[in-house]
């Protein structure tokens, strides 16, 4: 990870290359529960598609992920 980030920064320079590092996690904060609540309904659970469920599974996420990380 540490080439690649390196990598964009000598391609890009460091206003673009930060800018896109940006981009990516805010995009992710934002694709990855709604493929949470997704998953949810397709596996038959009726969930609405709403900032309450979104913030909720962003909540559940980040609880989940938090237990997993290595120390």
């Known amino acids: 990870m540490h080439k690649i980030i390196k990598a964009l920064f000598n391609k890009f320079g460091n ?3 930060i800018s896109l590092i940006v981009l990516l996690v805010v ?3 934002v694709l990855v529960p709604v493929l949470f609540i997704w998953g949810i309904n397709l596996i ?4 609405a598609y709403t900032f309450k469920t979104w913030s909720g599974a962003l909540i ?3 609880i989940l992920r938090g237990g ?3 120390k």
Do not use: D, Q, R
Request: avoid cysteine; glycine fraction near 18%; charge should be positive.
């Open 15 to 17: 206003i673009i290359g």
């Open 60 to 62: 559940i996420m980040t």
């Open 68 to 70: 997993s990380s290595k």
């Open 44 to 47: 038959g659970i009726p969930v």
């Open 27 to 29: 995009g992710l904060l």
